[in-house]
């Protein structure tokens, strides 16, 4: 079993949907991120949690440590949204990113 | 842009060739990794620096992968006798690690290669 499982692997929405793509972790960590991957190979860190919620235009990341699980919404979704999105975790023992395969979003115009 | 870049972009080389990627990371940031990552997956991570130091590789780093980081700046990641398999997306972070915990890693565009 991964230690970072995302779901789901594809999304495909119409512009203007409410998007959520979720990720669980079974490893203790220090700091979970989301980041958003382009065709192509660029890699964008959207945000970084250790608790709670952050905020960022269209763009809402949760974490719930009890249970281990992290979302990640996008509001009024755009074509440009369109990424393969990546939730990764820092271990508490060292700062090495363990990654999720991503789940690849399409929005539709 | 990052500001984390990377050199060459593609390469595309012959089995049994050697290879060498070049990272410059943002200048002023302590830490450096290298991920690899085939397609479809995500990233796995290879290797990181603390400013010069090497302080971790993991076990998908064989000895035909060497990674250095001379004067704590810019790093090379070298592939011996290169195979079919080190086909992949080679990738780049850099971090400044100032809290304990608590680092944003930028990422480079990465460099492609393909083996034949």
């Known amino acids: 079993k991964n230690e970072v499982e995302q779901s789901p692997q594809n999304l495909t929405a119409q512009e203007g949907e409410f998007i959520t793509i979720n990720c669980s972790y079974s490893?203790?960590?220090?700091?979970l991120h989301w980041l958003q991957q382009h065709p192509g190979g660029g890699i964008v860190s959207l945000f970084m949690?250790?608790?709670?919620?952050k905020k960022h235009g269209r763009l809402i990341a949760t974490i719930n440590i009890q249970e281990k699980h992290s979302s990640l919404h996008i509001t009024a979704s755009h074509p440009r949204d369109s990424a393969v999105y990546i939730c990764?975790?820092?271990?508490?023992?060292?700062?090495?990113?363990?990654w999720g395969a991503g789940t690849k979003l399409i929005i539709k115009p | 842009d990052t500001g984390v870049s990377q050199d060459p972009r593609h390469k595309i080389t012959k089995r049994g060739q050697n290879v060498t990627f070049r990272c410059d990371p943002i200048s002023e940031h302590n830490r450096l990794y290298w991920y690899r990552q085939t397609l479809g997956q995500g990233p796995e991570f290879l290797t990181y620096?603390?400013?010069?130091?090497?302080?971790?590789k993991s076990r998908l780093l064989s000895d035909r992968f060497s990674a250095e980081r001379p004067k704590g700046s810019f790093s090379t990641l070298e592939i011996q006798r290169t195979e079919q398999g080190d086909s992949a997306m080679y990738l780049c972070a850099s971090s400044l690690v100032w809290l304990q915990g608590q680092e944003t890693q930028y990422f480079g565009p990465g460099t492609r290669l393909l083996v034949l």
């Open positions: 490893v203790g960590i220090s700091a």
């Open positions: 990764a975790v820092s271990r508490d023992s060292n700062y090495q990113l363990i």
């Open positions: 949690l250790s608790s709670g919620k």
């Open positions: 620096f603390q400013n010069e130091a090497q302080l971790e």
